[in-house]
């Protein structure tokens, strides 16, 4: 079923994010635990307690503690960044060069009217809808916004639906389709047929 196909090909591109998300997890919690050991006063304390204290680790510490806080913060930050960065130009490589990425290849389906133009506006919506917001909330989170938190999470929820379920509907373009004005189509046997998908959007 073509539906089923473009829910499969989505969850293996998630997979990769997920895989990515996991590295950069293990390299932020050595880089917290460095600063950890680096500290004499934190020698017997590990990474963990640190990013659970949000900067109370020694209650005679005084500023030693926030200041660690605020490099964990910074850390888990940059993490956050550099994933979305990399849900993005992942996407946007893939689609512009092949026309496809690998959750796609896969399942024989292919982004049609994905110059590379419409591939970044493609990309930049699709990590939007899947991974950028999130992050956000997560951000939000860890400086203490519980409530800001709670509801820019709500909000990626919304935004992940209303990019997703049109896949679902008849004429099978998401969010990100429509907005850049691009079509997901079948390859070879199996695939698609033209009458499947919506032609990209022609501009003068």
Excluded: H
Excluded at 17 to 40: K, N
Excluded at 115 to 137: E, I, K, M, N, S
């Amino acid at each position: 079923m073509p539906k089923l196909r473009r829910a499969t090909a989505w969850f293996i591109d998630f997979a990769l994010v997920v895989a990515a998300a996991a590295a950069l997890a293990v390299l932020t919690f050595q880089r917290i635990s460095a600063l950890v050991t680096d500290v004499p006063e934190l020698a017997t304390r590990g990474g963990w307690d640190l990013l659970t204290s949000r900067g109370d680790v020694l209650d005679a510490s005084g500023q030693l503690g926030l200041g660690l806080w605020d490099k964990v913060v910074l850390d888990v930050e940059e993490a956050f960044g550099l994933l979305v960065l990399a849900t993005f130009v992942y996407q946007w490589i893939c689609l512009a060069l092949l026309g496809r990425t690998v959750g796609k290849g896969l399942l024989g389906l292919k982004v049609t009217g994905a110059a590379p133009g419409r591939a970044a506006l493609r990309a930049a919506v699709t990590t939007a809808a899947d991974v950028a917001v999130y992050a956000v909330a997560c951000v939000l989170l860890i400086e203490g916004q519980f409530v800001l938190s709670v509801l820019v999470w709500a909000l990626a929820v919304v935004l992940f639906l209303v990019n997703a379920l049109p896949v679902f509907g008849p004429r099978r373009r998401s969010l990100a389709d429509r907005i850049a004005g691009t079509a997901v189509t079948g390859l070879g046997l199996g695939g698609l047929s033209t009458a499947d998908a919506t032609p990209p959007v022609r501009t003068s």
